[in-house]
């Protein structure tokens, strides 16, 4: 993701940021957005809820749904459930194990080919360790630092391009970590 710098020509509040693998920017990068036709129907914001099949993240993606009116995305790992959150609250279940780096990929790669859109990012998925054991040692932090921090780390990264989108088009996008 680059940004491309502005010119004389060009002011900063003019300026716009392209996706791609351009040469580096030289000088200063300013984004900013320019609004959508007046035409254009966008439609209604976007979320994305991690971890909305139980406890808060269920609460988070029924507010938005129902109360916001948003599109919610109930991403979790566990299909079962996930689709019945969906169905209770208007919203559409994907598939999403944080503790996968290929399950974060294809996540990304079937949102961002079905909705394409992204206005709210609320990371709420986790793990704890478990109780029964007070030790914390590598076989319980490691799983834990996977899912809590790096997959976490890793599905916001792959959709920041998505909300930064948002924001060219005049949207005020959300990331809740």
């Known amino acids: 993701f680059w940004l491309k710098p502005f010119s004389e020509a060009q002011p900063p509040q003019a300026a716009s940021f392209s996706v791609g693998n351009p ?20 439609g209604p914001q976007v979320a994305i809820v ?3 099949n139980k406890g808060v993240g269920y ?4 507010q938005l749904s129902k109360l916001c009116g948003m599109e919610v995305i109930v991403a979790c790992r566990d299909p079962r459930r ?6 209770a609250i208007g919203a559409t279940y994907m598939h999403l194990d944080l503790s996968s780096d290929d399950s974060i990929d294809d996540f990304v790669a079937q949102f961002t080919a079905s909705v394409g859109r992204l206005d709210v990012l609320i990371n709420n998925a986790g793990v704890a360790p478990r109780a029964s054991d007070g030790s914390p040692d590598e076989a319980q932090s490691g799983p834990t630092l996977r899912v809590n921090f790096w997959g ?15 924001a060219a088009y005049g949207g005020d996008p ?3 970590t």
């Open 23 to 42: 040469p580096a920017p030289r000088g200063m990068a300013v984004a900013t957005w320019s609004p959508p036709p007046e035409e254009a129907d966008l």
């Open 50 to 52: 991690t971890g909305a």
């Open 59 to 62: 609460h988070i993606a029924h």
């Open 82 to 87: 996930g689709q019945l959150t969906a169905e």
């Open 152 to 166: 976490t780390v890793r599905l916001t990264d792959a959709l920041l391009p998505l909300l930064r989108r948002s």
């Open 174 to 176: 959300r990331l809740v």
